[in-house]
């Protein structure tokens, strides 16, 4: 089955503890991104890859870090979480370097204490 | 830049009445459009989307979106509404020009009630 899958689901933590949330498509896209929502502000997007070793900055990266050393994983690090980071993150995949369908993980629900 | 709007936060519509949800976008061409549904605990999955041809385009679940020009609008609708059809809508704006970030509206909370 085609599908973006994340980990963890939901997340507690505390003000400047590291995370990492996984993601992984199978999908085969070279386009991945991560976005948070926000009730009222919609998706906002964090980092974009266009291929592997290949990342840019979206519309809110501050206080985010990605990496894509493979093709299918494109983790998103929180070096020092910070309560404003408490959101819901989702991660997407898809063909045509942004322009066509993204394909959505179910989403990471984080709160930060 | 390229924006997109929904103007209706909340919809309140009863179940089998029909519906239609707004989304205005800006660009100076025709990009690829979105309509995407969330429903609750769930990521977002597509609807429908436009690239191009036939201005109507039929998607999933009932639902089809007419893709305006002069107006620069893509509203989604349904003849006739379910309990399920309850969930937060997304338009959305492919990425265009020289950037390659998607665009999307702030979304639509539809409320169904029976």
């Known amino acids: 089955e085609a599908q973006v899958t994340q980990n963890p689901r939901y997340l507690i933590t505390v003000t400047g503890k590291k995370l990492t949330v996984t993601c992984s498509q199978n999908?085969?896209?070279?386009?991945m991104s991560w976005y948070r929502q926000d009730p009222g502000l919609g998706l906002r997007q964090i980092y974009y890859?266009?291929?592997?070793?290949?990342?840019d900055k979206g519309d809110v990266p501050e206080g985010y870090k990605v990496s894509r050393k493979e093709k299918r994983n494109f983790p998103l690090i929180l070096e020092s979480p910070s309560p404003n980071q408490t959101s819901l993150y989702f991660c997407a995949s898809g063909p045509g370097q942004g322009r066509e369908t993204q394909y959505f993980g179910p989403g990471t629900r984080l709160l930060v204490l | 830049a390229q924006s997109v709007t929904q103007p209706d936060i909340h919809i309140t519509v009863s179940e089998g009445a029909s519906l239609e949800l707004r989304c205005n976008y800006s660009y100076g061409a025709t990009p690829y459009l979105f309509w995407y549904v969330q429903s609750p605990g769930q990521g977002l999955q597509l609807l429908l989307k436009y690239f191009s041809g036939d201005t109507l385009v039929q998607g999933i679940k009932g639902f089809e979106a007419e893709f305006k020009r002069s107006q620069s609008s893509f509203n989604l609708r349904k003849p006739s509404v379910h309990w399920s059809d309850a969930a937060e809508y997304f338009c959305a704006v492919g990425a265009t020009g020289g950037s390659y970030i998607p665009t999307f509206g702030r979304g639509t909370s539809l409320i169904v009630h029976p």
């Open positions: 890859s266009m291929n592997v070793e290949v990342t």
């Open positions: 999908m085969n896209h070279e386009y």
